[in-house]
């Protein structure tokens, strides 16, 4: 393997009792090694946030860290990660010797120059299949998170892996189909008023959406889109507005249709970046096509009100933890949670809407 990353001590004892202090890798890059001691925690967070890198750039590092809870997203840059120039730099912890690298994605590769400072300096570029660096920072990720035990680690890991499979750098499992998670980021407050923030990120195998959301109006449409399964439901089209006129050009073009089809739904699930997912009713089956992301995915009906469900359900757990009492702009927060919760039961059982049967409530 052109890349790779070795850890000592290899028993699960010894490094437990070094990851609390420090730990030695070995990167071995096309046939060169270069040895160096590390900060346990340090390291695997690095190499967590290389994972990202390699799945969706510094854009995969922000997601990371939104979705971790951590604020530094929004005042800047990701430290470390260079956008306008698609470039990581990181030195995994490193004490001694100290070494810096940093990586850049140039389509299926990853170029890696890397500065050691012995005392005499040593600089080296590689260049490795992207792939390659992706299975071996994983391979090294799962084989020390799984010793150490840490819970902070396990769902940074737990949250690049979704990125890497999302974008397709990771095979998903066989059984894995339409799928919606949910994290939440924090508030936002804009004088008195106070909203809640959450990260979502929607695939049927590749990936339809992610991005910030207002809760409310995801789960308000999520719900609208469960409803869309109901058998008995008539057959109606939703007019696309001219913002949208050009997105559904290329939604008709993926999916080799023009002129013909009209959209049952138009998705933006409450995103502070909208960019509208197209959704077409065929034969038992939802087709959602997002030009944005050049996705077209067929989803069978019985498979989209259980991933609502959990969704909205998600939604409604961070919802009832969130400390304010009232939503801006909407009702209070537990009129919100009912309301959601009393459709979304509806669903599950099928049983017709109080008085409305187009929309959701909200």
């Not at 999916?255 to 013909?260: L, P, S």
């Not at 509806?346 to 409530?361: L, M, S, V, W």
Request: some cysteine.
């Amino acid at each position: 393997m052109s890349f790779s990353i070795l850890f000592f001590p290899k028993d699960e004892e010894g490094l437990k009792t070094h990851f609390k202090y420090d730990i030695t890798l070995n990167f071995e890059i096309n046939g060169e090694v270069i040895k160096t001691l590390c900060s346990g925690r340090e390291a695997v967070f690095s190499a967590i946030y290389l994972l990202a890198f390699c799945s969706a750039s510094c854009e995969g590092i922000k997601e990371l860290e939104m979705r971790s809870g951590l604020c530094t997203t929004f005042l800047s840059d990701v430290e470390q990660c260079q956008s306008a120039k698609g470039k990581l730099v990181t030195d995994f912890g490193s004490i001694e010797p100290s070494v810096v690298f940093a990586f850049t994605k140039k389509s299926d590769k990853v170029r890696i120059e890397v500065l050691v400072d012995y005392e005499i300096e040593y600089y080296k570029t590689f260049e490795v299949s992207l792939s390659e660096v992706a299975k071996s920072v994983l391979e090294f990720l799962e084989s020390v998170v799984s010793i150490v035990g840490d819970d902070k680690l396990r769902r940074s890991l737990e949250i690049a892996k979704d990125i890497a499979t999302r974008e397709g750098l990771i095979a998903p499992s066989a059984e894995e189909g339409f799928k919606i998670t949910v994290d939440w980021v924090g508030e936002f407050k804009c004088g008195s008023k106070r909203m809640p923030l959450l990260y979502s990120g929607v695939r049927a195998r590749r990936v339809l959406f992610s991005g910030i959301v207002d809760p409310l109006s995801f789960a308000s449409e999520l719900i609208n889109l469960a409803l869309l399964t109901e058998e008995s439901r008539e057959e109606t089209s939703t007019p696309v507005p001219l913002a949208y006129r050009d997105w559904f050009r290329e939604a008709l073009a993926l999916i080799g249709t023009v002129g013909k089809k009209k959209p049952a739904m138009i998705l933006t699930l409450g995103s502070f970046d909208p960019r509208p997912i197209f959704v077409f009713r065929d034969s038992g089956e939802l087709l959602l096509v997002s030009p944005s992301r050049k996705t077209v995915a067929r989803v069978p009906a019985k498979d989209i009100v259980p991933a609502v469900s959990s969704a909205v359900l998600d939604v409604v757990d961070w919802l009832k933890k969130w400390d304010d009492t009232e939503y801006p702009g909407y009702v209070s927060k537990e009129k919100a949670i009912s309301m959601i919760t009393e459709e979304l039961e509806r669903i599950k059982q099928k049983k017709p809407a109080r008085g409305r049967e187009e929309t959701h409530p909200l």
